[in-house]
Structures are given as C-alpha cells and as structure tokens.
C-alpha cells in the first residue's frame, strides 16, 4: 500500500493515514487513478525528443534573430551623400542675364558681366522645398509655403527662419567651375573670370 499523495495505477481508491489527511475532503483522503488525470495517453520518448528538439530549435532561432538585432543595432546607419564640391561645366556654358538651374545640385548659378560669378542654393531654409527664380520680380519664391526672398537671398516674406546660403564657386586647373556646398560665403561673393 501507497502512502497518500502518489497516484495509483489501479483504480481503487486508499485512505490516507490520519496525520496526512486531506483537509478539502472532510478529512479524508484518496488518490485518484491515473488513467482518470492524464487519460490512458502517455508520452512516448520518441514524442519527448520531437518536442524537445523543435522546442530547442525554436529558442537558438529566436537567439539568432536576437543576436542579428543586436548586431543591426550596433552597425552605424550612414546614408553616404554625394560629394559637396562638384564642377559644373565651363564659363562659356552659362549665359549671361538670368541664373541657371541646375536641378541635379539644387543651385542657382548666376553670371553677370560686371561682377562675374555667383552660386546660389534652391533650397528654402524653412522646411527644404526648392525655390524658383521669377525674372519679372526678381526674386526668389518657394512653391511650398510662400516664403520670398529677395536677389540676394534675404527672407523678405515668412516663413523662411535664414536668407538662402551662397557657395563658393572657383575655377578649376581643367578650367571648369567648381563649387563647394561645405563653405557658404556671403552674398556679394562673385567670381571673376
């Protein structure tokens, strides 16, 4: 005879031994069958290392997708820009009068026969719209939001927070115009060619 709390293979019940008694059944105590908790199913080991091995092979994969998250983590996200300094052709292929758009930088390149060279940015200092050149005003107009600026590039009309950035422009050794986004320079800076 088994001592209480074990479960018996049989299906009779036992009593439990008085000092042992089962304080919910009214003092009495009896185990129930097996077959009457677990059903007449049982594990084979076959099933318990199927199970084991899929629980195992779930959590290395949740460990590796773990570890390539850390790893991702950790790596910088560098977007690469193109270069700032860029050439943009030759004096002979800007005419003189109004500026020349070059979308591809987003600049203004302007030529004039007194003072010579000058770059400006199309890019609106509010919220970075491109800006359009209108030659009856004379003036620059951001599409987005209205803000204007005048032929030198100060806000003349909100909401604009800066004037619009002038590049350096300088001739190269190839004889080309080159500009550098990196160094602003201000608005009476011109190129002398």
């Not at 059944?25 to 059903?39: R, T």
């Not at 850390?70 to 500026?99: C, M, W």
Request: hydrophobic residues 40%; contains cysteine; charged residues 20%.
């Amino acid at each position: 005879m088994r001592e209480s709390g074990t479960l018996e293979r049989t299906g009779q019940a036992k009593a439990c031994p008085t000092q042992q008694a089962d304080l919910h059944s009214g003092g009495a105590c009896f185990s129930l069958p097996f077959s009457v908790l677990y059903g007449n199913k049982r594990m084979k080991r076959r099933s318990f290392l199927n199970w084991g091995t899929a629980g195992l092979v779930a959590l290395w994969s949740a460990v590796g997708v773990s570890l390539g998250a850390v790893v991702r983590f950790l790596t910088p996200s560098v977007f690469y820009e193109p270069p700032q300094t860029f050439k943009i052709g030759t004096p002979a292929d800007f005419s003189f009068g109004p500026p020349t758009f070059l979308a591809e930088e987003k600049i203004f390149v302007f030529r004039d026969r007194e003072k010579g060279f000058a770059v400006a940015n199309a890019v609106c200092t509010h919220l970075g719209c491109t800006v359009g050149y209108f030659q009856s005003d004379e003036r620059f107009h951001c599409p987005c939001h209205g803000s204007v600026f005048a032929a030198d590039g100060a806000v003349q009309h909100g909401p604009a927070p800066r004037p619009l950035e002038w590049f350096e422009v300088t001739l190269a050794r190839d004889g080309q115009l080159r500009v550098d986004k990196d160094r602003a320079v201000p608005a009476s800076y011109r190129l002398m060619v």
